[in-house]
């Protein structure tokens, strides 16, 4: 260790790449483990999308891709970005990564600097703390709760706003809550940003297409943040798309341009075939993945109604994503079978090793109290996870 750099050695693990390894070394072991710890849709990528790969390859596709993307997956995007999302792009404001956490990566080497201050509205995403890091930048987190539906106030962010705040980082709908802002949640916070035009906003909207009757708002679609704000989307979740690994930006021209230059010496261009792919998905009509989002809506419904049953949760209903949040903090201190549980991390421990289900504690989302449960699972192994878990916990 001591040969490593202080980079790496001040890096956290992926606290859901972590568990979802324990999880598998358990099943290595022949343990029926059932995993509700991963952000992947367990469906497979949509028809449509797969013969546009296959065509691609019959095309030959095959020679290094632009940095910044295609154009004309470029213009895909420009075209996505106004049909659903009300944000006029041109193509020198898009650059294509390899997922979107390539994009956030890109977006905080290229405007932060050591010392610098990132907002994090709390709970988030576990990568935006160590990007920061990785970036030299403090992470400072603004806590939220369940009570409140896991949103924070206008006065909470200007309580934290310092003259070295740089960034603040956005994500709704949610990754680990589900919590999706509204348009009038978002231009109040708007309004105390306003009167800081130093600090820069980036928007994760990756889930936007996973709701349940409450159509995500766009944080540049407010006039006064657009040159400020950078978004970032993706196809991964809601294309079942993981493993393809494409994500975006659409940004002001300048850092745009900064983060093309960034990519450029990292990477290059994302992969051709997958660019092609994307481009058949972005071009679709979003009512092509809604049997997706139908499952997804099923499935919410009938795991909080199983959690809603263990004594001790507090279950709140998430408007986006596929992540139920529950407050397990009542076991914190209690023995069970002989297990004391001290915070999250024991709680999801305890599952893991007393009920064979896979969780992520939500220390590393920055909310200690709660315990993020995908239900990017069938509902056959989500009544049998949640049945197994209500038994370990009696």
């Not at 260790?1 to 790496?8: A, G, K, Q």
């Not at 916070?189 to 800081?196: I, S």
Request: glycine fraction near 6%; hydrophobic fraction near 45%.
């Amino acid at each position: 260790m001591e040969h490593l750099s202080d980079r790496i050695n001040s890096l956290p693990i992926s606290a859901t790449l972590a568990m979802a390894a324990k999880a598998r070394e358990l099943k290595d072991q022949g343990v029926d483990v059932i995993g509700l710890s991963l952000g992947e849709p367990d469906f497979n990528t949509p028809e449509f999308i797969k013969a546009a790969a296959i065509q691609a390859i019959e095309d030959n596709y095959n020679s290094y891709t632009p940095v910044d993307g295609y154009v004309e997956l470029k213009q895909a995007i420009c075209t996505k970005f106004k049909r659903d999302n009300n944000l006029s792009y041109q193509p020198n404001q898009i650059v294509v990564s390899t997922g979107a956490k390539q994009s956030i990566a890109n977006v905080a080497m290229v405007l932060l600097n050591p010392g610098d201050e990132v907002l994090l509205p709390a709970p988030y995403w576990v990568s935006y703390s160590a990007i920061a890091t990785l970036a030299e930048a403090n992470a400072i987190i603004i806590p939220s709760t369940i009570e409140n539906d896991f949103k924070i106030t206008p006065e909470q962010l200007e309580a934290a706003i310092t003259p070295k705040t740089k960034l603040v980082m956005f994500n709704s709908p949610n990754n680990p809550s589900g919590t999706i802002y509204t348009e009038a949640e978002f231009r109040a916070l708007a309004a105390v940003l306003e009167k800081y035009p130093d600090i820069f906003i980036l928007s994760d909207e990756i889930y936007e297409h996973i709701n349940y009757g409450e159509k995500p708002f766009s944080f540049a679609a407010i006039e006064s943040m657009y040159d400020r704000t950078i978004t970032v989307n993706g196809v991964a979740k809601a294309f079942a798309m993981t493993g393809w690994r494409i994500g975006y930006i659409g940004a002001p021209q300048w850092i745009a341009k900064a983060c093309n230059k960034m990519q450029g010496q990292i990477t290059s261009g994302a992969n051709c075939i997958a660019q092609r792919a994307t481009i058949a998905a972005l071009e679709a009509p979003v009512s092509a993945i809604q049997y997706m989002v139908d499952e997804f809506e099923k499935r919410r419904t009938l795991i909080i109604g199983l959690l809603r049953q263990i004594p001790g949760l507090k279950v709140n209903e998430p408007m986006g994503a596929f992540y139920v949040f529950p407050d397990v903090s009542y076991y914190f201190g209690k023995t069970i079978q002989e297990h004391t549980i001290k915070d999250a991390d024991d709680f999801a421990l305890f599952l893991l090793e007393q009920a064979h289900v896979a969780t992520v504690s939500g220390v590393a989302f920055g909310a200690p109290d709660c315990l993020r449960i995908s239900y990017a699972a069938s509902e056959a192994q989500i009544k049998e996870a949640l049945g197994r878990m209500a038994k370990a916990l009696q």
